[in-house]
């Protein structure tokens, strides 16, 4: 007999490890169907709209593939709103830092959960403060693997937490799922949180 703390209660259209390890915080086993969808931004779209859209498109695309709600997710970095993705390679990323040090930008994460309920979204918008960062910071953060993957080129919940002078808003949401707006999302879909054991 599985043990129900470990028996998948939520589909997640999403490979990445953080998305999983956030929902795993709250007690909520997955099992993972990432969805590929065109990521590329419509003329005139919003930074706010576009990751929501995102969010609903993952969702919507392993709906149908489980029995289980799905849960699809999108998170932006926006500075002086353009939206920076995933660096292309040093270069990129360190142009990115570059523009993100000594100021503030804004990470945008939308969540989106297919269920009973049709699909519930929302998005939460998270003000990041990032310290003046040297040239040398910059290369040396690049040659420790962890801004190849992160949109806007680093990784709050890693190595660059040193470059984070504070943030206003949730800091979950900057890794990659705000839990708080994701629970109450969950709750509306009736996906037990804390592995139904205690709270649902």
Not at 78 to 84: K, N, P, Q, R, S
Not at 89 to 114: C, E, I, N, P, Y
Not at 185 to 199: E, F, H, K, S, T
């Amino acid at each position: 007999m599985r043990d129900v703390a470990t028996t998948p209660v939520l589909c997640l259209a999403s490979a990445s490890p953080r998305r999983q390890a956030l929902l795993a915080s709250i007690g909520v086993p997955v099992t993972v169907m990432p969805s590929n969808v065109d990521e590329t931004p419509i003329e005139g779209e919003s930074p706010a709209a576009y990751v929501e859209r995102l969010a609903i498109a993952k969702a919507e695309a392993a709906t149908g593939k489980t029995t289980l709600p799905v849960l699809g997710s999108d998170t932006a970095v926006v500075v002086d709103d353009t939206i920076l993705g995933k660096p292309r390679d040093q270069q990129h990323a360190a142009d990115m830092l570059s523009l993100l040090a000594g100021r503030s930008h804004r990470v945008l994460t939308a969540v989106a959960v297919s269920g009973s309920r049709g699909i519930l979204s929302c998005c939460v918008t998270t003000e990041v403060i990032m310290r003046a960062l040297t040239a040398d910071e910059i290369e040396c953060y690049w040659h420790t693997g962890e801004p190849v993957d992160k949109a806007g080129g680093y990784a709050i919940q890693g190595l660059a937490a040193i470059f984070i002078e504070r943030i206003q808003g949730s800091h979950s949401a900057v890794v990659g799922l705000p839990l708080f707006e994701t629970t109450r999302l969950l709750r509306q879909q009736g996906v037990p949180i804390w592995a139904g054991r205690y709270l649902t």
